[in-house]
Structure formats: C-alpha cells, structure tokens
C-alpha cells in the first residue's frame, strides 16, 4: 500500500527519480535481460568475491538540500512501493533537507556483479574450445530450448511410440524390433529435462548442450515454446562452467550388446562391481545416449543466460 503524502501532487516522486534515470543515463547504455539465472549459485560464488560474504539486502540513505521550488512539491514525509521513504526537516533560514532512504533487494543486482566480477579477475574464457574443465565460460549465438517433459503424457500413447521409438518394422529384423520395444519400455524410466542447446556461429563454431533447472527460470519454459517453438530468436549469452569436452573416443560404457550371452556375475566380478551396478550403469549410458548430450557437444553447467538491451541493438 502506498504511503504518499504531497500537498497536491505526486511531482515530488517524480522529481527524485527523474535524477536516478538521469544519472543512469550517463553511467551506463546497457540493461540486461534474464532469461535464467541461477541464483543460488551466483550467491556462492560472490560470498566467496565479497570481503563480507552474499549480501542479502542494501539500504541507502542521502540528503538533499531543496530548492523552494522543489519544497513547494513536496511536504512532510512519504514511503513508496520503490521501497524508497524520505522526510523533510527544517533548518534555519528558511532552508529545507530531504532526508531519503532506500532498501534494495540485490538479488539482480548480485547476477550484474557477478559478471562485473569474473571480467574483473579475469576468470571468463571467451573461447569454449581453449578453456579447461571446470574454467568459467562466455559465449553467445543461437539458443534451442527443449523441454522433454513434453514427452511424458505420450508414453501413453501407443500409437506415438511406435512410430517414434519402433519405427518403420518392415525392414527391421526381429530382434531390431524386440530391441526396439525394450527401449520403448526402459526410455520410461530415463529422466525427463529441460534442455538447452547453444550454437555459436563464425569461425570458431561450436555446439553446448546445459540441462536446466526450471526453477531458475525467469520466463518459464512453456511461455518460450509456445511463442517460438524450438528455437529462441535473438540473440542470447551465456555464462557458465565447462564440464565435459566434445567425445573424441569412442566410449566403453557398458551395452545390453557389449554384455549378450554373458553371465551378469562374471561381468560385475570383472569390472569390481555388482549385478545391480552394471544394470544401472547400462541404463545411464542408454539415457545419456538417447536423452543426454549428443558426443559432439560441449557440456556446459548454465548459471546465466540473458541478452544484452542496447540503445543500437542488431540482430
């Protein structure tokens, strides 16, 4: 509830923020626009960038001698839902001292220093392909946006399966077929994501694949798919930790073909393992290869992801 309280009008507000978006104007030409932000991670890294640790909230205090004209505007004593409260205290003379107050919640403000931090130390790659595993990474181009619990009602669906999981059997043999059937089954037990897939375009090309935590999005998922499908006009940053190469070998996880015709004990005694552990360990590879990141894709932990509004933007 507003606590406003003017002779006549609400100027003197506006006299007092005009200055703010004034004073913005000279300091800085860019807002930017959140679509994730993984706050809890940010809050970790800056207690850790922060001499008094994660700052939970801000308050500012100032005054202000005021003119006659701006005293005019202005009387007694105000609190807005800017979270913003001043008094007006006499002095001698005549003269007049606002008095203003300011609580802040730094949640955004933490996401921009944040940035403003890693270019400071230096700690951000600007190139995916040169930066180690776990290095902090910057990089822009073509997002994607998939969200596979989409899936989830169609396993209901018979008629869907078959023709997405089995496919086309007049060609299969039986045991593609019977194959074919199994996945349908086990793919229901694999965990359904939201994904997001970043192509950086020119030169230095490259593909990242980020799982991503819907509850660290700004704009929910569903309101980005039903406006642009897949892919997400614009351009969009991103800024996060690298944690997996592109697969340049081929890998030696274990397969329901890699184990045929073999005892389950002699494969787990082999590998120092249990029965159930080289079970799992057979539908995790299954999961990563049918739902996870693709082998030529960079795996990429998201703490970031925004665009830049300019005054001058290009496409």
Not at 48 to 75: C, I
Not at 129 to 151: C, E, P, T, W, Y
Not at 158 to 182: D, Y
Not at 226 to 243: A, E, F, P, R, S
Request: charged residues 25%.
């Amino acid at each position: 509830m507003l606590g406003f309280m003017f002779s006549e009008t609400n100027e003197g507000d506006m006299w007092f923020f005009g200055k703010r978006a004034r004073k913005l104007e000279r300091e800085s030409k860019i807002v930017y626009d959140f679509m994730y932000h993984d706050a809890r991670r940010v809050a970790s890294f800056i207690s850790q960038m922060e001499p008094g640790g994660h700052l939970l909230s801000m308050k500012q205090s100032s005054q202000e001698m005021l003119s006659k004209s701006n005293r005019r505007l202005y009387s007694g004593s105000f609190s807005s839902m800017f979270g913003l409260k001043a008094d007006l205290e006499k002095i001698s003379g005549g003269q007049s001292i606002a008095s203003f107050e300011r609580v802040y919640d730094p949640l955004w403000g933490n996401a921009i220093n944040f940035i403003k931090y890693l270019e400071g130390m230096k700690l951000i790659h600007e190139s995916i392909h040169n930066a180690n595993i776990g290095q902090f990474v910057s990089f822009s181009g073509i997002l994607k946006i998939l969200d596979l619990k989409m899936l989830k009602d169609a396993w209901g669906m018979p008629n869907v399966i078959s023709q997405i999981i089995i496919g086309n059997t007049s060609s299969m043999t039986e045991q593609q077929i019977k194959e074919n059937e199994l996945a349908s089954d086990i793919i229901k037990l694999f965990p359904l994501t939201l994904q997001a897939y970043m192509y950086e375009p020119g030169e230095n090309f490259s593909a990242s694949w980020m799982n991503l935590d819907p509850e660290c999005m700004v704009v929910p998922a569903d309101n980005i798919i039903m406006k642009y499908g897949v892919t997400v006009q614009g351009t969009w940053k991103v800024i996060g930790i690298k944690d997996a190469y592109v697969d340049t070998v081929e890998s030696n996880d274990l397969t329901f073909d890699s184990i045929r015709g073999r005892k389950w004990e002699d494969i787990a005694s082999e590998r120092h393992s249990t029965v159930i552990a080289i079970f799992a360990e057979i539908l995790s590879s299954m999961a990563r290869k049918g739902l996870g990141r693709p082998k030529i894709y960079y795996g990429i932990t998201p703490i970031l992801i925004y665009r830049e509004i300019t005054p001058n933007m290009a496409e």
